[in-house]
């Protein structure tokens, strides 16, 4: 049987999926081959430490506290990906920055802290996450009811636009509406135009605390399940290859998976049951 597990050829043309199916052998049962888009990573690492220092820490301080976190990365690579990142932390210089905006936005209380999440569209989250493809970003945005883990609505943007986080939410809220929505203070979700959507639908908003990823784990181990069955497994090339992979990776995710958190139901099995 380790024999067969050792014949699978990543560089083939032919899919990993069709490789296991001739070879007759469990997908599920197949290591994965090491990641190789390291890059992705260390892009949410960083948009993690940047957002944790309210937007001031600069790629010095961000490479310092990478170190602290185990992961080894030189300055000059930070740098390199803040660049294409588009942050970069507060300091003097003589034209102003858009970034230092952000600090004139409001800031909401989290409200999820020892609160018991009995049931779908009492509770709303969302995030973004880097997605590395050929030297350039694409951001993958997802919104989803915390009580069933249901995916609502997601897209996919090559920029860090506050609209097309908007775009996804008002997707989402013509399904249904949340009694709170939780997000991190990145300035896509403190910006005018999100808060006021928000607001307009009366929806109390959530924030994460500054340095205190976890507050929004669920979604964390989205992105990790995500990297892991589409990104490091797939390895989309393309734009079309990735929005493809994507679209089904939802599918699968709200139908299919089930999850032990949930009794082993899948998430649109608990987000309609009555």
């Not at 430490?49 to 301080?61: A, M, P, Q, T």
């Not at 942050?87 to 858009?98: D, E, S």
């Not at 203070?185 to 205190?212: P, W, Y």
Request: aromatic content about 12%; hydrophobic content about 35%.
């Amino acid at each position: 049987m380790e024999e067969r597990y050792s014949m699978i050829d990543y560089d083939l043309d032919l899919s990993i999926r069709k490789q296991t199916l001739l070879l007759g052998i469990q997908r599920s049962k197949l290591y994965y081959k090491p990641i190789i888009n390291e890059d992705s990573e260390i892009a949410n690492l960083i948009r993690e430490v940047y957002l944790s220092s309210d937007c001031r820490y600069g790629y010095r301080k961000i490479t310092a506290a990478l170190h602290q976190d185990g992961k080894i990365v030189n300055n000059k690579k930070v740098l390199k990906m803040m660049q294409e990142m588009g942050v970069a932390g507060i300091y003097p210089k003589r034209t102003a920055r858009t970034s230092i905006a952000v600090k004139e936005h409001k800031i909401f209380p989290y409200l999820l802290k020892d609160l018991e999440i009995t049931c779908a569209n009492q509770v709303w989250a969302t995030d973004i996450t880097y997605i590395r493809m050929n030297g350039y970003f694409m951001y993958f945005i997802a919104i989803i009811d915390l009580y069933s883990r249901r995916i609502l609505s997601y897209d996919l943007s090559n920029s860090l636009e506050a609209s097309f986080c908007l775009s996804t939410l008002k997707e989402a809220l013509t399904l249904a509406k949340p009694e709170i929505f939780n997000s991190d203070q990145g300035c896509q979700f403190t910006s005018n135009e999100f808060v006021d959507e928000l607001e307009m639908h009366q929806i109390k908003i959530s924030m994460d605390h500054a340095g205190r990823c976890f507050d929004n784990i669920i979604i964390e181990r989205l992105w990790r399940t995500l990297k892991q069955e589409v990104i490091y497994y797939y390895r989309p090339e393309t734009i079309k290859e990735l929005e493809k992979y994507l679209q089904d990776f939802v599918v699968w995710y709200n139908n299919h998976r089930l999850h032990q958190s949930l009794q082993y139901k899948t998430p649109t099995s608990v987000y309609f049951a009555e």
